[in-house]
């Protein structure tokens, strides 16, 4: 049997450690605000959500790091939030992952562990990275896993919180983060923003 969800898996570690290299947003994406929040949209891979309006579409300060075989990325960063090494810290990353089958409900046990060896690899090679165990999660219909953990960025402490949804062929990898320090501001609406993501 193919083991498409090792690949995602894999690629996560590249993309957590890295803290991702966001592609410029294709056209088929779209941001719209109104009141205090910004709606993100991306016809070509399905997805939306509702973000507070503070946290801006950033590209620029992130570290140039290859995210391996992610479809896309985009984030959302608090411009005047943490920074640590050039990079925002406080905000939102959104990846999607192409994977060679659909994941079924009777596949998503072999995602699981495929993840959680992963994960076992990353806090291995890097001492920083404090990884609670993975549950099960749904957003808005989609299943998967999701984890906590803290790592250190350039000296910084870094709190986040990272979902891996599967839906058909596609994987959602939606990561919140933020400096320890801005974490209890920061959480309760990067929450919402995860709570309000829904997949075509």
């Given at each position: 049997?193919?083991?498409?969800?090792k690949l995602a898996a894999l690629v996560f570690i590249a993309v957590l450690v890295a803290g991702a290299t966001l592609i410029a947003g294709c056209e088929a994406s779209v941001s719209t605000s109104t009141g205090g929040t910004t709606n993100y949209?991306?016809?070509?891979?399905g997805f939306s959500f509702d973000l507070a309006n503070r946290f801006e579409e950033d590209d620029s300060a992130l570290a140039s790091q290859s995210t391996g075989n992610s479809a896309f990325n985009v984030g959302f960063f608090d411009p005047d939030g943490?920074?640590?090494?050039?990079?925002?810290?406080?905000?939102m990353l959104v990846s999607v992952?192409?994977?060679?089958?659909?994941?079924?409900?009777?596949?998503?046990?072999?995602?699981?562990?495929?993840?959680?060896?992963?994960?076992?690899?990353l806090t291995a090679s890097d001492s920083s990275v404090e990884m609670q165990p993975l549950t099960e999660t749904t957003i808005n219909g989609v299943p998967g896993y999701k984890t906590d953990y803290t790592m250190d960025m350039s000296g910084t402490p870094v709190q986040a919180r990272t979902y891996f949804l599967v839906k058909g062929t596609t994987e959602y990898q939606i990561s919140i983060q933020s400096s320890q320090a801005n974490w209890s501001q920061n959480e309760p609406d990067?929450?919402?923003?995860?709570?309000s993501f829904k997949v075509k």
């Open positions: 049997m193919k083991r498409p969800a949209s991306n016809d070509e891979y943490a920074r640590a090494g050039g990079k925002a810290l406080d905000g992952y192409v994977l060679q089958q659909e994941i079924t409900p009777d596949l998503m046990p072999a995602l699981k562990s495929e993840l959680e060896t992963a994960l076992e690899q990067l929450q919402k923003a995860v709570d």
